[in-house]
């Protein structure tokens, strides 16, 4: 059930079936800062929080950076999971 004031996504032509927008957003590489890594147990620990990241590829994790594959709200998400494991991450360049 949709809420009141919502949006549905559009039916899809084959099936008839209702099937939420997709990203249409190309992935990049992605740069993220991390603020609070000092050792390699924080990159296997901030590496552990991305593999559980959908739409991620090519993750580099060093110490204070991360570097990913993906669209906007991979990135964002990655930030999120990161920033679950104890860090303040954000993004701060992004070359395509």
Known sequence: MWAM?????APNA???RRVPPMSLEKKSTR???IDGMSSQADVT???GALKVVSG?????????????????AGTDAAC???SGAGFKAHEVA???
Request: no cysteine.
């Open 5 to 9: 004031g919502g949006t549905q996504p």
């Open 14 to 16: 084959t099936t008839n």
């Open 31 to 33: 740069n993220i800062k």
């Open 45 to 47: 620990k901030v590496t």
């Open 56 to 72: 991620l590829s090519n993750q580099t994790v060093k110490v204070g950076s991360a570097t990913i594959q993906a669209d906007k």
């Open 80 to 82: 999120k999971a990161i």
């Open 94 to 96: 992004t070359t395509k």
